[in-house]
T-cell receptor, first 111, second 118 residues
Framework: DTEVTQTPKHLVMGMTNKKSLKCEQH?????MYWYKQKAKKPPELMFV???????INESVPSRFSPECPNSSLLNLHLHALQPEDSALYLC??????????FGPGTRLTVT | AQSVAQPEDQVNVAEGNPLTVKCTYS??????LFWYVQYPNRGLQFLLK??????LVKGSYGFEAEFNKSQTSFHLKKPSALVSDSALYFC????????????????FGKGTKLSVKP
């Protein structure tokens, strides 16, 4: 099973809202990733967790807050977002140093 | 600096014809190379990888890629294209810089849109 699941599939939120994106994998992978993808562009790395510890933060604004409650779950907490944050947010996981498996993404629209 | 280049924004192929999607890379040391495909409004799907070994790598859905060290290329190929192969294709190389204990990060090319016409 190479499945990464993400919820919700779609999210519309106002600039004052607080929401969370969720990601789950049961492949025993110890590295998990958040990416942001704009239309027809490659994914942009946001955060990397390795063994449940944040190992990379690619200078992401503090209105995005990641959380890794356990080895299977990854959350992305959203607060006070801007319209330009509207994008497809992708979660991925991998055995450290191996290929990444991506979830289907959450389509976020900030109004 | 490490980078990946996909020189074609779009590739058009007739169904049944062979297809090639080009990728060149620039890395220090031995490259770890990957191809991913993305269908509209979906996540990326892993197709194949080259780490070491045979230069011709076979992957999912009949795709293969040829690693050429002298030309620093990793072109994706398929002998006979299907309309259902129409999608956005990304080449990626592993970022070999050390960040803590994780070295699984990817550097993506800009993507190539493949259009297969009946």
């Amino acid at each position: 099973d190479t499945e990464v699941t993400q919820t919700p599939k779609h999210l519309v939120m106002g600039m004052t809202n607080k929401k969370s994106l969720k990601c789950e994998q049961h492949m025993g992978h110890r590295a998990m990733y958040w990416y942001k993808q704009k239309a027809k562009k490659p994914p942009e790395l946001m955060f990397v967790y390795s063994y449940e510890k944040l190992s990379i933060n690619e200078s992401v604004p503090s209105r995005f807050s990641p959380e890794c409650p356990n080895s299977s779950l990854l959350n992305l907490h959203l607060h006070a977002l801007q319209p330009e944050d509207s994008a497809l947010y992708l979660c991925a996981s991998s055995q450290t140093r191996s290929e990444q498996y991506f979830g289907p993404g959450t389509r976020l629209t900030v109004t | 600096a490490q980078s990946v280049a996909q020189p074609e924004d779009q590739v058009n192929v007739a169904e049944g014809n062979p297809l090639t999607v080009k990728c060149t890379y620039s890395v220090s040391g031995n490259p770890y190379l990957f191809w991913y495909v993305q269908y509209p409004n979906r996540g990326l799907q892993f197709l194949l990888k080259y780490i070491t070994g045979d230069n011709l790598v076979k992957g999912s859905y009949g795709f293969e890629a040829e690693f050429n060290k002298s030309q620093t290329s990793f072109h994706l190929k398929k002998p006979s294209a299907l309309v259902s192969d129409s999608a956005l294709y990304f080449c990626a190389v592993r970022d070999m810089r050390r960040y803590g204990g994780s070295q699984g990060n990817l550097i993506f090319g800009k993507g190539t849109k493949l259009s297969v016409k009946p």
